[in-house]
Nanobody
Framework: QVRLVESGGGLEQAGGSLRLSCAASGRTFTTYAMGWFRQPPGKEREFVAAISWGGGATTYYAESVKGRFTISRDNAKNTVYLQMNSLKPEDTAVYYC??????????????????????WGQGTQVTVSS
């Protein structure tokens, strides 16, 4: 069993920054794909960013956050981070950490759909005021 616990959400003004953390436990994550998703009020859950746990830490981003958000990992702490800069009101959402034992890149596509991930955290609220 894999347990994911997010932290770091909160209220921030537009243009500000927040860093989310996702602490993982329960399994060896050497080959896992780790992702961040978000669900704005009244909308579907959407992909934000993902990173491979092993090797060269391949990353992949949604176009809406590219250049503003950075995903990273600390293998020693089994923790994945999402640094969010230049926040916008449209970034307001519940942010979820997700994990899957399959590689981030399948050989033909990056895993960016919620159904691609087997394990989920409880979510952390991020609110950006204008």
């Amino acid at each position: 069993q894999v347990r994911l616990v997010e932290s770091g959400g909160g209220l921030e003004q537009a243009g500000g920054s927040l860093r989310l953390s996702c602490a993982a436990s329960g399994r060896t994550f050497t080959t896992y794909a780790m992702g961040w998703f978000r669900q704005p009020p009244g909308k579907e859950r959407e992909f934000v960013a993902a990173i491979s746990w092993g090797g060269g830490a391949t990353t992949y981003y949604a176009e809406s956050v590219k250049g503003r958000f950075t995903i990273s990992r600390d293998n020693a702490k089994n923790t994945v981070y999402l640094q969010m800069n230049s926040l916008k009101p449209e970034d307001t959402a519940v942010y979820y950490c997700a994990a899957d034992p399959r590689a981030l890149y399948s050989g033909s596509y990056y895993r960016t759909l919620p159904r691609d991930y087997s394990y989920w955290g409880q979510g952390t609220q991020v609110t950006v005021s204008s």
